[in-house]
C-alpha cells in the first residue's frame, strides 16, 4: 500500500520559513516524481512545485518562484518543500503527490497525502 505523509507545517509570521516533509512508502520511490500542491479555502487546489524522479528537472508556480526550493533525498524516500519569505497569501493546505512524470497537474500524480497546514501571519 502507498503511503505518502507530510509533516513540517505549521504557523509562521511572515517574512518566516518553513520546511516541509513528505515521506513516501509502499513503492520504489526513486522511480517517481513528486509535486506539492496546496489548496487555500474557497479555492480550488493549485501546482506549486514539482521535481523529476532524478531531481534534475524541477518547476515552480510563477507565486513561488525564488521563494520555494523543491528537493528530494531518494535514499531517505523523502521529498522536501523549502519555503522561505512566507506570505499571508500563502496560507494553505499542502499536499505531497507522486506520479510517474513531472507535471504542473494533478491528475497526473497518483498517489497523495493528507496534507499539512501551513499558516503565515501578517
Known amino acids: 500500500q502507498v503511503q505518502l505523509e507530510e509533516s513540517g507545517g505549521g504557523l509562521v509570521q511572515a517574512g518566516g520559513s518553513l520546511r516541509l516533509s513528505c515521506v513516501v512508502s509502499g513503492r520504489p520511490f526513486p522511480n517517481y516524481a513528486m509535486g506539492w500542491f496546496r489548496q487555500a479555502p474557497g479555492k480550488e487546489r493549485e501546482f506549486v512545485a514539482g521535481i523529476s524522479w532524478s531531481g534534475s528537472s524541477t518547476g515552480y508556480a510563477d507565486s513561488v518562484k525564488g521563494r520555494f526550493t523543491i528537493s528530494r533525498d531518494n535514499a531517505k524516500n523523502t521529498a522536501y518543500l523549502q519555503m522561505n519569505s512566507l506570505k499571508p497569501e500563502d496560507t494553505a493546505v499542502y499536499y505531497c503527490?507522486?506520479?510517474?512524470?513531472?507535471?504542473?497537474?494533478?491528475?497526473?500524480?497518483?498517489?497523495w497525502g493528507q496534507g499539512t497546514q501551513v499558516t503565515v501571519s501578517s
Open positions: 503527490a507522486s506520479g510517474r512524470v513531472f507535471s504542473t497537474a494533478a491528475g497526473q500524480y497518483g498517489y
